[in-house]
């Protein structure tokens, strides 16, 4: 049985969602999401995460992926037994997408209410099992996982979950077409152009609402061109609000295309800096094909060249902006990219909207409506006014493309403003960032601790020797050095007072300094192992493991290290060799080629290739060697980054508006709107039409529709076009195969065998609104039994005894009589007391069926059993049928639409019963005479079938 509930709080707020498949005893939680309001709001999935064996996300975008992170640090130890699967690109893009959603939230970076910080991020996106297209996983017995491309974003999935006879299809958000950089999704063949055979017939299509416009994506862009084009030819901004791992890649590659080498400046506002397109550029196997024919080609024409500017997602293709207020410094044509498309409080989208949107000759071009459907977001509110002043413009069409000219009065009451911390507020904020990474210092020692005393190796990984040299290499093993300073990647540290201040290191320093978006945890500023407290600590805890593993005290204390359990010294020889019978043993990681991407948001300097965020060492004259390598715009992408994310890096407070607040415009509480407005689709997202022809191929038994968060009127619904669409189709399939059965000639087609439709009903699709909280079951309940679910097994004694015979050369089919036998693993404690037991008391989905041999007595029974007509197995390819006639020296060719004919006299040709048919399901049909020439083609034709 098969369960599905989409999860929300128990209050209807719809702040938190996540999907929850349940197939028997395989609990999936999919895409757990969060609006950024209230953080306690997603307490609620608590208690479903204790019975989750597996989580999956499909794109790296905040609607699908903004959850996740909260989970993680809300319960760090339920999540650590549950095991996440994604794509490789989604857990690389998704690192980048919540570390921008959380620092426009407020929860991450120099803010006193932050949360975490970035190396969680990076240590939670680690532990993702990164999937490629198409790779098949186990996560439970008989169950298995396999992620498709989804077309909707790079790297995004839709997902195939198998469960014995169970085959469910989680699709949330998808597109059938080709964008300009991505293929689309995954369901038909990219040779044959028919669905994949692993996905046909599933149990159950689970998929979004959310629908994208009827019109090509060729035409769409073009509109979307013109905008952009008017609007500079003008000598204005085009300001686009997009989201930074999702669509914003789609609309670079346009523009830049488009623009080529015009002196046309693209800016680009990000908390993360270029970091999402450093990734991309090494994303290009999830891109299509084509544009890696372009790259390859680029490369072809300069081949000397070092330069990666002809990469579709180079960072220098775009300006850095480190601050808004830089967008009025900048006269002229310009093309303004910024994260965060809801355009809320925080977001820079939002900051730059207030610079630019007093200025007739700005144009506002939305691409995407809000991610979470809310009507307080200005992008909610804008399109809403873009949508009523189309209608008036147009006779009352709204069109993709159309300019309007908007004024308009937003509220700001909600908004808020970062001011720096002072005085007692500044030295509590830095006492709390230190203590907690002081405590996650310890945690690591700890972890590390246990897990050296599991595997039966010395805590330190070295001799025991007492030599003060080899206590410095112990300490420096463990990135502590012997004065105290924690060492990674060469940063400076903080000195910890006595009373726990945090004092800078140098002043140009200023508490800390971040490489990349700071995976260095901007060291803890903690003297660990000259700390009293830690190491009595330490060695308390070391005793007290000792007394409970009923282990000897023999412990050695050092005034440099911290206690150990002695031991015999044993001295290595790393040098040493290991030989076996073969010869020496290759270790097979000093050649494996290493990932050019670091899959940590912080990485080390990488100078050479210039895709570091940050170059910072403990010497000043390293520090400046290295800046005077990078380029302007790393130097400045390293500022931004700093400025954002390092954590005691000017820390700064969220303060709310009020009237005296100092912000652009007379009134602080109100934004004035004076611009141009208008909306082109290329959210990525499957239209009508696409979406059921989808269906239709694919034939699921059960259509599963999430909630559309897009839409504002009832004409927009997507549930409602989906579902008119598809009861009208149902009607039309109905009415059109009675007419074909009637004219049918066999009223038992290979169609209705192989659908089980003996009965002459019209199998018809069932169509669910899924409802927040309500649970979808699927399949058999507590009082019936689908025998459908489960599956036989055969028993050895009849399995050697079967005459298989061959269907095309590919598959082989066997007739099976025997005795079905029921094992119950679970049997219900009332059906072992009770005389008439029922069948849903014995059989359940832990049930086992062995077909086993009948016994000698009951052998006549089983030749009546054989005897009858048999059933013709198997599919009569037209061109293997030609094949094969040409080779009995016959006259065979095509002539017409598909009909075989043979010497001139009798054709062959098939024949389908629906309209969402295929050739695999149509019937043979013989016209011509009765004579020798027939009854040779029909035999040649019996000969490609199996009997039974």
């Not at 298995?144 to 195939?160: A, C, D, K, M, R």
């Not at 346009?254 to 450093?278: C, E, M, W």
């Not at 002809?310 to 480190?322: A, T």
């Not at 028993?795 to 050697?800: A, C, F, G, L, Y």
Request: hydrophobic letters at 35%.
């Amino acid at each position: 049985m098969f369960t599905f509930t989409l999860l929300t709080p128990p209050d209807g707020s719809e702040s938190c969602k996540a999907s929850l498949l349940t197939i028997d005893d395989l609990t999936i939680l999919a895409d757990p999401t969060w609006n950024g309001k209230n953080h306690n709001d997603i307490n609620f999935l608590e208690s479903y995460l204790e019975d989750v064996n597996v989580i999956i996300l499909s794109h790296s975008t905040p609607e699908f992926i903004s959850g996740f992170m909260l989970l993680c640090i809300k319960y760090p130890h339920l999540m650590n037994d549950i095991k996440i699967y994604s794509s490789s690109a989604v857990s690389q893009l998704g690192k980048v997408s919540t570390v921008e959603f959380y620092r426009s939230l407020g929860i991450i970076g120099p803010l006193k209410d932050a949360l975490l910080e970035i190396s969680d991020v990076d240590e939670w996106f680690d532990k993702i099992n990164g999937l490629k297209y198409y790779e098949t996983t186990n996560v439970m017995e008989k169950s298995v996982i396999t992620p498709y491309n989804s077309g909707h974003t790079l790297g995004g999935t839709f997902w195939l979950i198998q469960k014995k006879l169970e085959k469910i299809i989680y699709a949330p958000s998808w597109n059938h077409s080709k964008d300009s950089f991505l293929n689309g999704a995954g369901f038909l063949s990219s040779s044959t152009g028919n669905p994949i055979s692993q996905l046909m017939r599933p149990t159950a299509l689970i998929t979004g609402s959310d629908l994208g416009s009827n019109i090509s994506h060729k035409k769409r862009v073009a509109k979307f061109l013109q905008l952009v084009d008017a609007t500079l030819n003008n000598g204005g901004t085009v300001l686009l609000p997009t989201s930074i791992s999702g669509r914003f890649l789609e609309l670079l590659h346009i523009i830049d295309s488009h623009l080529k080498s015009a002196p046309i400046p693209v800016l680009f506002l990000s908390y993360s800096g270029t970091n999402v397109l450093r990734y991309a550029t090494n994303l290009l196997e999830w891109m299509s094909s084509q544009l890696s024919k372009e790259l390859e080609s680029a490369n072809s024409m300069n081949p000397n060249s070092n330069s990666r500017s002809h990469y579709p997602f180079d960072p220098s293709k775009v300006d850095l902006v480190g601050n808004t207020y830089e967008l009025t410094q900048l006269n002229g044509p310009k093309v303004v990219f910024t994260s965060g498309v809801d355009i809320k409080s925080g977001e820079l989208s939002s900051e730059a909207l207030r610079y630019l949107c007093q200025d007739e000759n700005t144009s506002i071009i939305l691409t995407e409506k809000a991610h979470f459907g809310s009507d307080d977001t200005i992008n909610s509110q804008l399109y809403n006014e873009w949508y009523e002043l189309c209608k008036s413009k147009n006779d009352d069409k709204v069109e993709d493309g159309v300019a309007v000219s908007l004024e308009k009065v937003i509220n700001l009451k909600e908004w808020s403003l970062e001011e720096e911390l002072v005085g007692g507020e500044l030295n509590e904020y830095r006492e709390k960032v230190n203590f907690k990474r002081k405590q996650k210092l310890l945690e690591q020692v700890r972890d590390r601790q246990s897990k050296n005393l599991l595997t039966g190796e010395n805590f330190d990984g070295e001799s025991s020797s007492d030599d003060d040299d080899d206590d410095d290499d112990d300490m420096e093993e463990d990135g502590i050095e012997a004065n105290g300073e924690t060492k990674e990647n060469g940063e400076a540290m903080e000195d910890v007072n006595t009373n726990g201040d945090a004092e800078p290191a140098n002043e140009t320093n200023n508490n800390s300094t971040v490489n990349g978006i700071a995976h260095e945890e901007v060291k803890a500023t903690v003297n660990l192992m000259d700390d009293a407290a830690t190491q009595e600590a330490l060695v308390a805890e070391n005793i007290k493991n000792s007394f409970d593993q009923n282990l000897p005290l023999d412990i050695k204390i050092t005034s440099k290290l911290r206690a150990r359990n002695a031991m015999f010294p044993f001295f290595s020889n790393k040098d040493k060799q290991d030989f076996d019978d073969y010869g020496a043993i290759i270790n097979i990681s000093d050649f494996e080629r290493k990932d050019e991407t670091n899959n940590q948001l912080g990485l080390e300097p990488k100078v050479d290739d210039r895709r570091n965020w940050g170059a910072n060492k403990d010497d000043d004259t390293d520090m400046m060697n290295n800046q005077s390598k990078l380029t302007p715009q790393e130097m400045l992408n390293n500022e931004i980054i700093k400025k954002n994310l390092d954590s005691l890096f000017q820390p700064r407070k969220r303060i709310p508006v009020t009237p005296n607040s100092n912000i652009m415009g007379a009134d602080p509480l109100k934004l004035t709107i004076k611009c141009n407005l208008s909306y082109v689709d290329l959210s990525g997202l499957v239209d009508l039409r696409s979406f059921s022809l989808i269906v239709s191929s694919l034939k699921p038994s059960n259509l599963l529709l999430l909630p559309d968060t897009t839409s504002f009127n009832d004409d927009d619904n997507g549930i409602k076009r989906i579902k008119d669409l598809l009861e009208q189709k149902a009607n039309a399939n109905e009415v059109d195969s009675k007419e074909h059965l009637v004219k049918s000639a066999q009223y038992l087609s290979i169609q209705t065998i192989r659908t089980g439709n003996l009965t002459n009903k019209a199998s018809k699709l069932e169509i669910k609104e899924v409802i927040s909280n309500d649970k979808i079951k699927i399949g058999s309940d507590e009082d019936s039994v689908n025998y459908g679910d489960f599956e036989v097994k055969l028993d050895e004694s009849i399995s050697k005894d079967l005459q298989w015979q061959t269907i095309d050369g590919s598959y082989r089919v066997a007739q099976i009589i025997g005795q079905l036998e029921v094992q119950s693993n679970k049997v219900d404690d009332g059906a072992k007391y009770s005389k008439k037991r029922k069948i849903n008391q014995i059989v359940n989905q832990s049930s086992e069926f062995t077909l086993k041999k009948f016994n000698i007595d009951q052998l006549d029974s089983s030749k009546s059993l054989a005897g009858g007509s048999k059933l013709a197995i198997g599919n009569v390819r037209l061109p293997e049928l030609k094949k094969r006639l040409q080779e009995k020296n016959l006259n065979a060719e095509f002539k017409g639409e598909g009909t075989l004919v043979v010497n001139d006299l009798i054709s062959v040709r098939k024949v389908t019963y629906g309209n969402g048919d295929i050739d695999d399901t149509g019937d043979i049909v013989i016209h011509g005479q009765f004579g020798p020439l027939y009854y040779q083609i029909k035999e040649c034709i019996r000969d490609m079938l199996a009997y039974v």
